[in-house]
């Protein structure tokens, strides 16, 4: 595998950042949805998070590599592992991120019959899909707007469910498949269906950098990696490691945050001022605000946390008019500085 | 760049007299550049989207690039249907099934590791396809996860996208061509251009110096001061993807390394900027004045005026100077490198630039296939015979059933095979199955199914619908008509955005009709251009008909079905030439209706004159349209029968397709 430009040497794009952060420090905030023009470092990024997070341990034999520690019950081939055994056998794997490629099939996503061996050995078995190599790692999908309508489908319910259901060609297959769901894509090319939308955890905005003295810095060290991978990771190797400590630690420690009522209730007023739909909204917002906490070093979510993640967490919320052209982003940072001054 | 300069564009060109020279003899001197600079770093460069039809003009560049990438590197043609398969490789089926055991083969991807792959029919390339060599040009290597199958193999290869399209045909898929360095536009470069200096040596560089700029080229050093003349070049030109400028620094090296140098000079940076940065540009750039903050007062207001030719020579003749020594010493780097790419700017590309963006934007780069979508996509309808390949999915019962009959007599066959040529001719003919030819001796197959026995699932999709909106804005369609058939337009959108249907809208009034907006999905830009739509003057009606037909036909072609909604009152005063008299516009008009009718759209005509109108009335019956006369309309009024009339309302019956 090629050498990933490493995160800490983005410039600039700390809103998609910090998003990417959270994400991958608590999952279950629901992916992360970058809009903006190409070539601004949205691959770059979730390529480069997945190179710093340390290896993950996966059952030996298990193909969609879970976790020894899961529960049992979740995936049949590591039930088939563990039984008659104390300890399963586990291995180093590194966190997995998949491309989901526009013209995927559907077969290739979700998985199908495995060809080859219904043919030559004649066993019904079933080869994994995309949505199974991406099992506790990323899924990317670049164009994410200009994605079939039956693969979003698709996306929404595993997404949701956190388990892909196979039934076809005579299988009936289940596995589990958690991943972040990470898509990026140009508004101007198309619209993404609202459904699909309101799935993302997280939604950033990204645009080239307009100042001429950052743009002369992301192609320099673009141009340094390029030409000499190895030595330019090394050289950023420190300061990776330190954003790996970050993400490690919050781990660790965010299911401890404290989340007090007085927050909580800001949160809501926040969403109802918004007059976001449902109530994921709140809940997204809790959790980004928790999980930068987390990051942070924090205790306790303060007002300051909810401040910064609201944007992400809320602008793809708002229940809005299709034929609207005004920024959402700008509604909800109007909102934010009405409801939590300061 | 030094008179000895091997890739200097003057090698055939009278350099002495560069005010003479022709803009298409620079442009195949800028082609044959690109060529040598391709050739340095296939991969690096992702490539070229080439512009061309096909003829002798693009052969003749395509025996140059191949004169100079070294001999015997990687050449491959992409068909424009190539499969998975063949892409990436995976089982070969037939092989498989023949010799009983996974047989594997390369993909072209993989062939062309170190080499260039030919893209047929760039415009038409499917957007799985585009995608498969987005990947391989962002990581070096081709995936392959298929069949059972999973390895990864290296694919540095460079793309020529061969871009046949004509006219208003949308560009190559977005992602592809934001990866590929170079455009070229070999559309109006006279073979007798390419007579003159078109030989493989004329190119200036050959394959040996190709070879050594290859290994000189990571010791290039680049200046501070050249970075940042391609970022604020980039940026004035409003190029806003950070490839392009880092492109554009490949470009420089490259450059430098053809000419044996150790470093960036001025006029590679300029070089770069006008092969790489000018062909993406999407504004002009503003006027010194007005530019980046960098820029230094004492600018030279004769550079203010950007006139492509006075220009492009400003450029070129220092090129063939035996100085390197900056040509303009009192400008800035920026700003020559700025006037370099202006200068590459033909007129007249700009707006054709934002139009083909939209369009492609519109296309999506994942809808070039859609005909073809029926084999990839949907539900299930049925089996027909044929192999699982480019995606089809095997349909396992039915082939088991076509098998089924014939094992018996396979059986017998294959022992009687076996038992007869145990020796030597074994496994001739048509054996396909046979047993003996495998060394580890499995008994007689369990199942023994040949080619013929392969059933695949037909898919069936929901066609995407286009709908076209048709607005006669003259005068003669009342004012207040017009802000009501905008409502209503508007309207329709909603539901539009309800059905995921794209739509496009076409304006005629004064003497032409216009494309608003070419076939999109964003509704905002739909809005965006209604409302800036300005009422008055004259019908030419027959335009309009003419743009609605060949918009309409478009989407046909891509597999996709198209409901024309026009609102007019029928009443031409304006000919298709742009004369007037009611007559011959009639005539026109009448004509245009007329072939409109013979392509068979679902076509709806609302009568937007203040009583029913027999012109409305006439002309809704010579193009087959459904007429809805609406003497006081309001904008939901007009709706309403808009989704009746269509039948849109009731389309996406979500059990339809089961």
Known sequence: MALAFPFSAIVGQDEMKRAILIAAVDPSVGGVLVLGDRGTGKSTAVRALAALLPKMKATVGCRYACDPAAPTGACTECDALKAGVKKVKSHLVPVPVVDLPLGATEDRVVGALDLERALTAGVKSFEPGLLARAHRGFLYVDEVNLLEDHLVDLLIDVAASGENVVEREGLSVRHPARFVLVGSGNPEEGELRPQLLDRFGLSVEVSTPTVLADRIEVVKRRDAFERDPQGFSDRWHAEDEKVRRRILKARDRVAGIEVPDSVLERAARLCMALGTDGLRGELTLMRAARALAALDGDAVVGDAHLRRVAPSALRHRLRRDPLDDTGTGARVERVVAEQIPG | ?658
Request: charged residues 25%.
């Open chain 2, 1 to 658: 760049m030094v008179a000895a300069d091997p890739i200097a564009p003057a090698a055939g060109v009278p350099a002495d007299d560069p005010s003479t020279v022709d803009p298409a003899v620079l442009r195949w001197a800028d082609a044959l550049r690109a060529a040598a600079l391709l050739a340095v770093d296939p991969w690096g460069f992702g490539g070229v989207a080439l512009k061309a039809g096909h003829g002798p003009v693009r052969e003749r560049w395509l025996t140059v690039l191949k004169s100079l990438v070294p001999h015997g590197s990687p050449w491959r043609r992409i068909p424009i249907h190539a499969g998975d398969e063949r892409l990436l490789g995976g089982l070969d089926l037939t092989a498989t099934l023949a010799a009983g055991r996974p047989v594997a083969q390369t993909g072209l991807l993989a062939e062309a590791d170190g080499g260039l792959l030919l893209l047929a029919m760039a415009e038409r390339v499917p957007g799985t396809t585009a995608s498969r060599l987005c990947a391989a040009l962002d990581t070096g290597e081709c995936a392959l996860a298929r069949d059972g199958l999973a390895s990864s193999r290296p694919a540095r290869f460079g793309v020529v996208a061969l871009d046949e399209g004509v006219g208003d045909d949308p560009p190559p898929a977005g992602a592809l061509l934001e990866r590929l360095a170079f455009r070229i536009d070999l559309g109006e470069v006279p073979v007798g251009v390419t007579d003159a200096f078109g030989a493989p040596g004329d190119a200036g560089a050959d394959a040996a110096t190709v070879a050594a700029a290859r290994l000189r080229m990571a010791s290039v050093e680049v200046g501070d001061e050249s970075v940042q003349a391609l970022c604020a070049t980039a940026m004035a030109l409003g190029v806003s993807s950070a490839r392009a400028p880092l492109m554009a620094l490949r470009a420089a090296r490259a450059a430098a390394a053809l000419d044996g140098r150790d470093r960036v000079g001025p006029d590679d940076t300029s070089l770069a900027a006008r092969l790489v940065l000018a062909p993406r540009a999407t504004q002009w750039p503003a006027p010194p004045d007005a530019a980046p903050p960098e820029d230094p007062p004492d600018a030279p207001p004769p550079e203010a005026p950007p006139e492509p030719e006075p220009e492009s020579d400003a450029n070129e003749p220092p090129a063939a100077e035996d100085e390197d020594t900056v040509p303009e010493p009192q400008q800035p780097l920026d700003e020559v490198v700025l006037e370099a790419a202006k200068a590459a700017i033909p007129p007249g590309l700009l707006a054709s630039l934002m139009l083909a963006a939209n369009a492609a934007a519109a296309a999506g780069a994942g809808r070039a296939g859609v005909m073809r979508a029926t084999r990839l996509r949907g539900r299930p309808a049925g089996t027909r015979p044929g192999t699982p390949r480019d995606g089809a999915r095997l349909a396992l019962v039915d082939t088991l059933r076509a098998a089924a009959p014939w094992q018996p007599l396979r059986r017998r066959e294959a022992l009687a095979r076996e038992a007869a040529g145990a020796g030597a001719g074994a496994g001739a003919g048509a054996g396909k199955a046979s047993a003996s030819q495998r060394p580890t001796s499995t008994p007689a197959p369990r199942l023994a199914l040949r080619a013929s026995d392969l059933r695949v699932a037909r898919l069936r999709e929901r066609t995407e619908t286009t709908t076209i909106f048709a607005i006669d804005a003259s005068g003669s369609s009342a004012l207040h008509r017009l802000a009501e058939a905008k409502g209503a337009v508007e309207l329709l959108l909603a539901d539009c955005y309800v059905r995921r249907d794209r739509v496009a809208v076409v304006a005629f009034r004064g003497r032409a009709a216009e494309v608003l907006l070419p076939p999109t999905r964003s509704l905002v830009r739909a809005k965006r251009s209604l409302a800036g739509l300005p009422g008055g003057g004259g019908t030419p009606l027959a335009s309009g008909i003419d743009a609605v037909a060949g918009l309409a036909e478009g989407v046909a072609r891509r597999g996709g079905s198209a409901v024309l909604v026009f609102l007019t009152d029928g009443r031409a005063n304006v000919a298709r030439d742009g004369s007037g008299g009611r007559a011959r516009a009639d005539e026109d008009a009448r004509d245009a209706a007329r072939r409109l009718r013979v392509a068979g759209h679902a076509t709806l005509l609302l009568d937007t004159s203040p009583q029913p109108a027999p012109a409305a009335q006439a002309l809704a019956s010579a193009m087959a349209a459904a007429y809805v006369p609406l003497p006081r309309a309001d904008a939901a009024s007009i709706a309403a029968p808009v989704r009746a009339a269509t039948g849109l309302g009731s389309r996406r019956a979500p059990g339809r397709a089961r």
